[in-house]
């Protein structure tokens, strides 16, 4: 059973930063990709980062490079997503996922999520 538990979501100002965690448990945390999504009132969820289970690779949707960082402890069993410059339409709630899927980095898909965290942006 694999359970992932996000935190360090809040309300913060525009151009702040903000790092959320994910702290996964039960199956082993190594070996798996692991990513985030988010998903603002009125839209589709949407995939935001992905790491790969050794950190060589990394992957960002377009609106988030150069502004937020993927990152993870596999001694901790734990991701996190360092966000900076934060702007208003980063506003959504935040979910880490976790998948042993090859196809991640071409496909984006994930089978296991974490029950979400909230970010808003004040501007």
């Known amino acids: 059973q694999v359970q992932l538990v996000e935190s360090g979501g809040g309300l913060v100002q525009a151009g702040d930063s903000l790092r959320l965690s994910c702290a996964a448990s039960?199956?082993?945390?190594?070996?798996?990709?692991m990513g985030w999504f988010r998903q603002a009132p009125g839209k589709e969820r949407e995939f935001v980062a992905a790491?790969?289970?050794?950190?060589?690779?990394?992957v960002y949707t377009d609106s988030v490079k150069g502004r937020f960082t993927i990152s993870r402890d596999n001694a901790k069993n734990t991701m996190y997503l360092q966000m900076s410059s934060l702007k208003a339409e980063d506003t959504a709630v935040y979910y880490c996922?976790?998948?042993?899927?090859?196809?991640?980095?071409?496909?984006?898909?994930?089978?296991?999520w974490g029950q979400g965290t909230q970010v808003t942006v004040s501007s």
């Open positions: 790491i790969s289970w050794s950190s060589t690779r990394t």
């Open positions: 996922a976790e998948t042993w899927r090859a196809s991640w980095f071409r496909d984006k898909a994930f089978d296991y």
């Open positions: 039960g199956r082993t945390f190594t070996t798996s990709a």
